[in-house]
């Protein structure tokens, strides 16, 4: 089946720096990634749509220029967050939509949970 | 925007219980999806449904398009099964949209 790897599971890191998260399909082509974060108790929201090959699309109320999104290959996506504050601790995951021939699902990345210091 | 409402939030039964739990939405949408999400955060996709019911081992995934509402049960409940267990909808191959979940627990 379709396999997904994100990385790294966790960090942490000082006020102020940058932390780079990757996510990659390992066995199929992804022109499209999708980016979703989730607070502590709370559900799952998306953030930004990663699409090979040309600009991130963010949902509404999220900084693109504070998560910069890279989708530089058909296997690998990368979301930044820039000069990350505590408000930005978050479990942060990706998921890839799957199926050869036809949509088949998503499968998703093992996360990666964020703590800023 | 599509609302996805779940109940229960938090559920607890004993093994070999028969669990259900629901999920609504508001906005008419392509597919409806069950995922699984263990203590560590990862996330497991357990069905994707836009019509009628589906089966996977003790799993039980129902749709009623019309009524806007899906169910998930569970039958003979084990304690492996406790997990958080997350209703999501999308439109097309877009990113999903996704319900609070519901927290399981299943004591021996």
């Known amino acids: 089946g379709a396999v997904v790897s994100q990385h790294p599971s966790w960090v942490i890191c000082k006020s102020g720096t940058s932390v780079k998260i990757e996510c990659r399909s390992l066995d199929f082509q992804a022109t499209t990634m999708f980016w979703y974060r989730q607070f502590p108790k709370q559900s799952l929201m998306l953030m930004a749509t990663?699409?090979?090959?040309?600009?991130?699309?963010?949902e509404q109320g999220v900084e693109k220029d504070k998560f910069l999104i890279n989708h530089a290959s058909l296997t690998l996506s990368t979301l930044t967050v820039t000069s990350a504050h505590p408000e930005d601790s978050s479990f942060y995951i990706c998921s890839v939509p799957t199926g050869t021939h036809f949509f088949n699902g998503y499968t998703f990345g093992s996360g990666t949970r964020l703590t800023v210091v | 925007k599509n609302e996805v409402e779940q109940s229960p939030q938090n559920l607890t039964a004993q093994e070999g219980e028969f669990i259900t739990i629901n999920c609504s939405y508001s906005?008419?949408?392509?597919?409806l999806h069950w995922l699984q999400q263990h203590p560590g955060g990862g996330i497991v996709s357990l069905f994707m449904?836009?019509?009628g019911k589906k089966k996977h081992g003790r799993l039980i995934a129902t749709i009623n398009i019309q009524e806007k509402h899906s169910s998930l049960h569970i039958t003979a409940s084990h304690p492996r099964d406790s997990a958080v267990y997350i209703c999501a909808v999308s439109v097309g191959a877009d990113g999903l949209t996704f319900g609070k979940g519901t927290h399981l627990i299943i004591q021996p």
């Open positions: 906005v008419g949408i392509s597919a």
């Open positions: 990663s699409n090979e090959g040309s600009k991130a699309t963010y």
């Open positions: 449904l836009s019509s």
